[in-house]
């Protein structure tokens, strides 16, 4: 082989390196300039998580012990707000602590607000107290402003909101539109899945009255025709009065209360109150899944987690 055209494979192979090269540093690049989202709560975030796989990973405000309705805003969280691109929550019903930060970002963030979603279910809250009749009063449809804001725990609103998650991204980041197009449809049919699994296992106590705390699972309910017949606060961060109180007693004495569910945080003494000597069990429930790992699962954990806790619980002799 003559020296001009081992020159010139050189110089070909020397092309096709450096290309590679360039495109790896460019992919490095792109990996690097994923968008900055940050997400409110924890199955929130589970399912932002997931739309996301592969591309990068949201901030999570809410962690840890207490909830979502009245808190103070801490400066780690404060300073992921500033710099967020792309801001999820579910609304200012639910995170009111979130509401003026997030008015302060408009024109520089997006602003998603899951509960705005087209295509979702959307129930008027229910009052506190002892509802009439053998279970909930009929479920009414609400508008975004006055709906109950517990709208991921029905698995259908979930599979909504996935969809909107996506669109928001693929609308600020298009280059990866197609990997998350991909990631909501894959997010859909696990939760297709997973809300046949759960009514499996819930069809044998769905026949059992309850009392909840916090009337936090309207959704739940309707979704897998549980009946509540009664919420103990219409604030988890509020005692009742004894009014409300004796009244949600002599019911629980009469017999027609299956199981009474506390949430994290619950005073064990308000329980203890309402049982008296009745031997009615009891269990937790926790909307939020503030002592689960964060991220795309525990939206998953979350839900099998509460199905186990009513199944037990109404199963109770």
């Known amino acids: 082989m003559d020296k001009r055209r081992l020159g010139m494979i050189k110089a070909h192979h020397i092309v096709i390196a450096a290309a590679i090269l360039t495109a790896g540093a460019a992919a490095a690049s792109h990996a690097a300039e994923a968008p900055k989202v940050v997400a409110s709560i924890p199955p929130l975030h589970s399912l932002v998580s997931g739309v996301m796989a592969g ?47 997030i008015k302060s970002l408009a024109g520089k963030a997006t602003i998603v607000t899951m509960v705005e979603t087209p295509g979702l279910e959307l129930l008027a809250p229910r009052k506190a107290g002892l509802w009439a ?51 909501v449809r894959a997010l859909r049919r696990r939760l297709d899945t997973l809300s046949g699994t759960l009514r499996k296992f819930i069809n044998p106590v769905r026949g059992v009255p309850y009392l909840v705390y916090h009337d936090g699972f309207q959704y739940f309910e ?23 109180m004796l009244r949600l007693r002599a019911t629980i ?10 949430e994290p945080g619950t005073p064990a003494s308000l329980i203890h109150a309402l049982r008296g000597e009745t031997g009615v069990p009891s269990a937790v429930l926790d909307p939020l899944g503030v002592g689960l790992a964060p991220g795309p699962d525990q939206y998953f954990t979350l839900m099998r987690t509460n199905t186990r806790a009513f199944v037990r619980c109404l199963s109770a002799p």
């Open 55 to 101: 591309v990068g990973t949201p901030a999570l405000i809410v962690r840890g012990a207490g909830g979502a309705h009245h808190r103070a805003l801490r400066p780690s969280e404060a300073l992921a707000l500033h710099r967020a691109e792309i801001v999820i929550w579910i609304g200012p019903a639910l995170e009111s602590f979130l509401a003026k930060p």
């Open 133 to 183: 009749g053998d279970g909930a009063p009929p479920a009414r449809r609400a508008e975004p402003g006055n709906a109950d804001p517990h709208i991921w725990l029905d698995p259908w609103n979930a599979r909504i909101m996935v969809g909107a998650i996506g669109a928001a991204l693929a609308a600020r980041d298009p280059a990866n539109g197609a990997r998350y197009g991909a990631n």
């Open 222 to 244: 309707k979704r897998f025709g549980l009946i509540a017949r009664g919420a103990v606060a219409r604030d988890p961060d509020r005692k009742p009065g004894p009014k409300r």
């Open 253 to 262: 004495e009469a017999g027609r209360i299956g199981c009474i569910f506390a």
